[in-house]
Protein backbone atom coordinates (compact mmCIF):
# COMPACT_ATOMS: atom_id res chain seq x y z
CA UNK A 1 0.00 0.00 0.00
CA UNK A 2 0.72 3.64 -0.90
CA UNK A 3 1.10 6.22 1.15
CA UNK A 4 -1.13 7.90 -1.09
CA UNK A 5 -4.07 4.69 -0.01
CA UNK A 6 -4.51 5.96 3.39
CA UNK A 7 -7.89 6.40 3.01
CA UNK A 8 -10.05 7.80 5.71
CA UNK A 9 -8.84 5.51 8.53
CA UNK A 10 -5.57 6.83 9.57
CA UNK A 11 -4.95 10.39 11.07
CA UNK A 12 -0.93 10.63 10.37
CA UNK A 13 1.96 8.80 9.06
CA UNK A 14 4.51 8.74 11.91
CA UNK A 15 7.18 6.80 10.68
CA UNK A 16 7.91 6.68 6.95
CA UNK A 17 8.92 3.56 5.23
CA UNK A 18 12.27 5.34 4.10
CA UNK A 19 12.89 6.56 7.86
CA UNK A 20 11.76 2.71 8.73
CA UNK A 21 14.18 1.01 5.86
CA UNK A 22 17.33 3.88 6.96
CA UNK A 23 17.13 2.64 10.50
CA UNK A 24 16.74 -1.24 10.24
CA UNK A 25 20.29 -0.61 8.18
CA UNK A 26 22.19 1.15 10.61
CA UNK A 27 20.41 -1.43 13.54
CA UNK A 28 21.34 -3.84 11.20
CA UNK A 29 25.19 -2.97 11.46
CA UNK A 30 25.38 -2.80 15.28
CA UNK A 31 23.74 -6.38 15.26
CA UNK A 32 26.41 -7.99 12.63
CA UNK A 33 29.17 -5.98 14.66
CA UNK A 34 28.13 -7.56 17.97
CA UNK A 35 27.66 -11.09 17.12
CA UNK A 36 30.81 -11.33 14.81
CA UNK A 37 31.85 -14.63 14.43
CA UNK A 38 28.64 -16.43 16.24
CA UNK A 39 25.68 -17.83 15.58
CA UNK A 40 22.75 -15.61 16.04
CA UNK A 41 19.21 -16.90 16.17
CA UNK A 42 16.42 -14.25 15.35
CA UNK A 43 12.91 -15.03 17.58
CA UNK A 44 10.57 -13.27 15.93
CA UNK A 45 7.24 -12.38 18.13
CA UNK A 46 3.96 -12.99 15.82
CA UNK A 47 1.93 -11.92 14.53
CA UNK A 48 3.21 -7.84 14.76
CA UNK A 49 7.36 -9.02 14.62
CA UNK A 50 6.53 -10.46 10.98
CA UNK A 51 7.62 -7.24 8.89
CA UNK A 52 10.95 -6.14 10.76
CA UNK A 53 11.83 -9.52 11.27
CA UNK A 54 11.74 -9.94 7.72
CA UNK A 55 13.54 -6.61 7.05
CA UNK A 56 16.27 -6.56 9.33
CA UNK A 57 16.82 -9.90 8.36
CA UNK A 58 17.58 -9.25 5.13
CA UNK A 59 19.36 -6.02 5.84
CA UNK A 60 21.82 -8.32 8.39
CA UNK A 61 25.22 -9.51 6.45
CA UNK A 62 25.61 -12.53 8.33
CA UNK A 63 23.91 -15.92 7.85
CA UNK A 64 21.21 -16.12 10.62
CA UNK A 65 18.46 -18.88 11.85
CA UNK A 66 15.15 -17.40 12.57
CA UNK A 67 12.03 -18.78 15.02
CA UNK A 68 8.82 -17.92 15.88
CA UNK A 69 7.06 -17.25 19.18
CA UNK A 70 3.15 -16.18 19.42
CA UNK A 71 2.25 -15.10 22.44
CA UNK A 72 -1.14 -13.67 24.39
CA UNK A 73 -1.33 -11.45 27.36
CA UNK A 74 -4.09 -12.41 29.40
CA UNK A 75 -6.60 -9.96 30.41
CA UNK A 76 -9.39 -7.48 29.26
CA UNK A 77 -8.91 -4.80 26.80
CA UNK A 78 -5.92 -3.59 25.07
CA UNK A 79 -3.70 -3.31 28.14
CA UNK A 80 -1.31 -5.99 28.53
CA UNK A 81 -1.63 -7.68 31.89
CA UNK A 82 1.64 -9.26 32.28
CA UNK A 83 -0.09 -12.98 32.72
CA UNK A 84 1.15 -14.37 29.43
CA UNK A 85 0.34 -17.58 27.37
CA UNK A 86 2.09 -19.45 25.24
CA UNK A 87 -0.05 -19.81 21.71
CA UNK A 88 3.06 -21.25 19.44
CA UNK A 89 6.58 -22.17 21.12
CA UNK A 90 9.62 -22.45 19.42
CA UNK A 91 10.47 -25.14 17.09
CA UNK A 92 14.68 -25.44 17.82
CA UNK A 93 16.29 -25.91 22.01
CA UNK A 94 17.92 -22.18 22.61
CA UNK A 95 19.91 -24.02 25.18
CA UNK A 96 23.58 -23.01 24.47
CA UNK A 97 22.30 -20.51 21.59
CA UNK A 98 22.83 -16.42 20.79
CA UNK A 99 19.34 -15.39 20.90
CA UNK A 100 18.26 -12.11 19.53
CA UNK A 101 14.14 -11.62 20.36
CA UNK A 102 12.93 -9.26 17.55
CA UNK A 103 9.59 -7.17 18.60
CA UNK A 104 7.61 -4.34 16.77
CA UNK A 105 6.45 -2.65 19.70
CA UNK A 106 7.02 -2.65 23.75
CA UNK A 107 4.83 -0.62 25.86
CA UNK A 108 4.08 -1.44 29.11
CA UNK A 109 7.19 -4.13 28.67
CA UNK A 110 5.39 -6.79 30.68
CA UNK A 111 5.29 -9.21 27.38
CA UNK A 112 8.82 -9.01 27.28
CA UNK A 113 9.85 -8.94 30.96
CA UNK A 114 7.66 -12.34 30.80
CA UNK A 115 9.65 -13.28 27.12
CA UNK A 116 12.74 -12.68 28.89
CA UNK A 117 12.06 -14.85 32.03
CA UNK A 118 10.72 -17.70 29.83
CA UNK A 119 13.46 -17.95 27.39
CA UNK A 120 16.11 -16.97 29.83
CA UNK A 121 15.12 -19.53 31.80
CA UNK A 122 16.10 -22.39 28.66
CA UNK A 123 19.78 -21.69 29.59
CA UNK A 124 20.61 -19.47 25.89
CA UNK A 125 24.36 -18.41 25.80
CA UNK A 126 23.17 -14.33 25.03
CA UNK A 127 19.65 -13.63 25.31
CA UNK A 128 19.05 -9.73 23.88
CA UNK A 129 15.86 -7.61 22.39
CA UNK A 130 15.80 -5.84 19.41
CA UNK A 131 12.54 -4.02 19.06
CA UNK A 132 11.51 -1.17 16.21
CA UNK A 133 9.17 0.99 18.29
CA UNK A 134 8.76 1.88 22.17
CA UNK A 135 6.84 3.48 24.31
CA UNK A 136 7.60 6.27 26.87
CA UNK A 137 5.86 4.01 29.63
CA UNK A 138 8.47 1.23 28.97
CA UNK A 139 11.24 2.69 30.74
CA UNK A 140 9.52 2.41 34.02
CA UNK A 141 10.36 -1.17 33.99
CA UNK A 142 13.81 -2.36 34.69
CA UNK A 143 14.72 -4.42 31.30
CA UNK A 144 17.29 -3.73 29.35
CA UNK A 145 16.53 -3.67 25.51
CA UNK A 146 20.06 -3.31 23.71
CA UNK A 147 18.45 -2.20 20.34
CA UNK A 148 15.80 0.52 19.71
CA UNK A 149 14.59 1.73 16.33
CA UNK A 150 12.49 4.50 17.31
CA UNK A 151 10.91 6.49 20.58
CA UNK A 152 6.97 7.45 20.09
CA UNK A 153 4.79 9.22 22.00
CA UNK A 154 2.19 7.41 24.00
CA UNK A 155 -0.41 6.95 20.92
CA UNK A 156 -1.82 3.57 19.71
CA UNK A 157 -0.26 2.95 16.01
CA UNK A 158 -0.55 0.87 13.53
CA UNK A 159 0.83 -0.06 10.18
CA UNK A 160 4.32 -2.49 9.31
CA UNK A 161 3.07 -5.44 11.47
CA UNK A 162 1.18 -3.29 13.47
CA UNK A 163 -2.46 -3.78 13.96
CA UNK A 164 -6.11 -2.43 14.98
CA UNK A 165 -8.52 -5.75 15.07
CA UNK A 166 -5.79 -7.26 12.72
CA UNK A 167 -6.28 -4.51 9.71
CA UNK A 168 -3.54 -2.05 8.78
CA UNK A 169 -0.75 -4.62 9.17
CA UNK A 170 0.41 -4.45 6.09
CA UNK A 171 0.85 -0.86 5.90
CA UNK A 172 4.64 -0.39 5.06
CA UNK A 173 4.98 2.82 7.26
CA UNK A 174 3.66 3.64 10.99
CA UNK A 175 0.87 5.32 11.38
CA UNK A 176 -1.53 6.92 13.57
CA UNK A 177 -5.81 6.00 13.23
CA UNK A 178 -8.55 8.49 13.04
CA UNK A 179 -10.51 8.79 15.77
CA UNK A 180 -13.57 7.91 14.01
CA UNK A 181 -12.16 3.96 13.78
CA UNK A 182 -12.23 4.03 17.41
CA UNK A 183 -15.50 5.05 17.96
CA UNK A 184 -17.31 4.20 14.91
P1 LIG B 1 3.39 -4.68 26.44
O1 LIG B 1 3.38 -5.92 27.30
O2 LIG B 1 4.77 -4.12 26.22
O3 LIG B 1 2.76 -5.15 25.11
O4 LIG B 1 2.44 -3.64 26.96
C1 LIG B 1 3.30 -5.03 23.88
C2 LIG B 1 2.29 -5.54 22.89
O5 LIG B 1 1.10 -4.74 22.94
C3 LIG B 1 0.64 -4.46 21.66
N1 LIG B 1 0.67 -3.00 21.46
C4 LIG B 1 0.30 -2.35 20.35
N2 LIG B 1 -0.17 -2.81 19.18
N3 LIG B 1 -0.33 -0.60 18.36
C5 LIG B 1 -0.50 -1.93 18.19
O6 LIG B 1 -0.92 -2.33 17.12
C6 LIG B 1 0.14 -0.05 19.51
O7 LIG B 1 0.26 1.17 19.61
C7 LIG B 1 0.47 -0.98 20.55
N4 LIG B 1 0.95 -0.82 21.81
C8 LIG B 1 1.07 -2.07 22.33
C9 LIG B 1 1.54 -5.21 20.72
O8 LIG B 1 0.96 -6.45 20.42
C10 LIG B 1 2.81 -5.44 21.50
O9 LIG B 1 3.50 -6.61 21.12
MG1 LIG C 1 4.33 -7.76 19.59
Known sequence: MRETDLGADLESVLITKEEIDAKLEELAAKIDAAYAGKELLLVGVLKGAVMVMADLARALSSPVTMDWMAVSSYGAGTQSSGVVRILKDLDVD???????????????????????????????????????????????????????????????????????????????????????????
Not at 95 to 109: F, M, N, T
Not at 152 to 164: A, M, R, S, T
Not at 165 to 182: C, D, I, M, Q, S
Request: some cysteine; charged content about 25%; hydrophobic content about 40%.
Open 94 to 184: IKGRHVLIVEDIIDSGLTLSWLLSNLGSREPASLRVCTLLRKPDAAKVDIDVEWVGFDIPNEFVVGYGLDYAEKYRNLPFVGTLAPHVYSD
